[in-house]
Every structure is written in C-alpha cells, then in structure tokens.
C-alpha cells in the first residue's frame, strides 16, 4: 500500500461509545500524532506507515478552528512531508485527517490547523461537542478539568480515547506579564501539551491550553503552565471567518 493512501484512514473503533455521559472536555479533544514510514535497514525497504501520537488538540466553534501548542507541530515545518512525516488530527473515536499549519504562534505557544480533506458534514460533526473561548476573570482555587493524550501511543485503546484529569487554579494570574500565563496544580505528563483547561462550573469554556512545567522537578509535583485564553481570543481574530 502506497504512502499517500494512508491520507485519513485508521484502524481505530469509530463507534460512538458506551451511551455514559462524560465530562464535556472529554470528548472534545482530539489526538495530534505523525504518519511517517519506517525504514527497514535489515531489508532496505520502507515498512508502512505508523501513527505516531505527539500531543493533543481541540475544535472551537469560534471560526471552526482547530487548535493545539506550537511546540506540538513545528518540527512539520522545518522539512518534507518525506523527511517530517504527514501530520494527522484524529482520535477519541473520530477517524484520522492529514491536517496542515493555518497560523504559527511560537511567542505564544499556540497553533491553528486545518484538515486538508475535511468537508462540511465532518466539520458539522466536530462542532456538535466543540468548545467556546471563557472570556471571563479566574480566581485562585477555581476548579478545572482537562482531557488529553499523555504519554502518547502508551496508553492508547481501540478508540484512541483521551486521558481526563482535575486540578485548580494554583496561582494568582498577573495581568501585565507576556506571555500571559496561568498555574495550575493538576497531573500533568508528556502529551498533554495542547489540551483545553475548562472551568469545571463552565465546562463548555476554555480559559487555558496547556503548554508545559517549567522543569522535570515541577511538572513531577503536579504543577503546569497553561497558556491563557485572552491570547487563545487573539490568535482567533487572525482566522478568517
């Protein structure tokens, strides 16, 4: 099978779950992963494509944009498709797209994608549990809720569902810094960079994306850093509606 023909497909569960109500933010997100085939040096012959999950993302009603960290797809840009690898939005029961770069943010640590292939009727489908900017002010203690893809492939299922996780805000928010951050205490592992942090009393609203731990040491302490929504809001006005 060809390396193209890989575009949009997966072998995952695309059934529509048990019936259970989940936490709104869990099945809002989606997985970022890498589509790149393996070479076999033993054979010296390209082995086919493997799905390779490197952070996560979600879908705003807001512009219909799609949005996960910088840090997460930069590497595509720094090569071909053949040397990077095709970069693929799916998951969480939702088959697999080969999405592209719509609007960079490294001073922020945010990025807009946008699905190559997807038409309208998949677009209606993602908006149906996609979430909406907070614009609101945080307090410390403000009880949070996030979902995402920690440690990437490792704890995958049939369905490629996201991992949900608590915390609060730990930390007061200072306005007149840049960028503007927000501290969270809360689980926090690698693969999450991407994942929306709803208030669990608005869980349709996002007023972080998480980006990272400042170090090893804080992150193992369940403390994180969220980018804050006022700069998830100004990288939107920059989408074409």
Not at 10 to 33: E, F, H, K, L, T
Not at 139 to 146: A, H, K, L, R, S
Request: hydrophobic share 40%; charged share 20%.
């Amino acid at each position: 099978m060809g390396y193209n023909s890989y575009v949009g497909e997966s072998d995952i569960d695309q059934g529509a779950g048990s019936g259970v109500p989940y936490p709104y933010v869990y099945g809002a997100v989606r997985a970022v992963g890498v589509m790149k085939p393996n070479f076999d040096a033993r054979t010296g012959q390209f082995m086919p494509p493997q799905l390779k999950i490197v952070g996560t993302g979600f879908w705003l009603r807001d512009r219909r944009a799609f949005v996960t960290c910088a840090h997460v797809v930069e590497k595509f840009l720094r090569g071909p498709i053949t040397a990077v690898g095709m970069l693929m939005v799916g998951g969480n029961g939702v088959r697999y797209q080969q999405a592209g770069i719509a609007i960079l943010d490294s001073v922020h640590d945010l990025a807009i994608l946008r699905m190559l292939r997807a038409d309208s009727p998949f677009l209606d489908a993602q908006m149906e549990n996609a979430l909406s900017v907070a614009e609101r002010d945080l307090q410390i203690g403000d009880e949070v809720c996030y979902a995402g893809f920690p440690f990437g492939d490792q704890l995958l299922n049939s369905k490629h569902s996201p991992t949900y996780s608590e915390g609060v805000i730990g930390s007061e928010i200072l306005e007149d810094t840049e960028p503007k951050l927000i501290q969270i205490t809360g689980a926090i592992a690698g693969g999450y960079s991407g994942a929306p942090v709803v208030l669990k009393s608005a869980p349709e609203r996002v007023v972080a994306v998480v980006s990272n731990s400042p170090s090893k040491e804080v992150g193992d302490a369940s403390i994180f850093r969220g980018i804050h929504w006022k700069h998830v809001k100004a990288l939107l006005d920059l989408v074409q509606s």
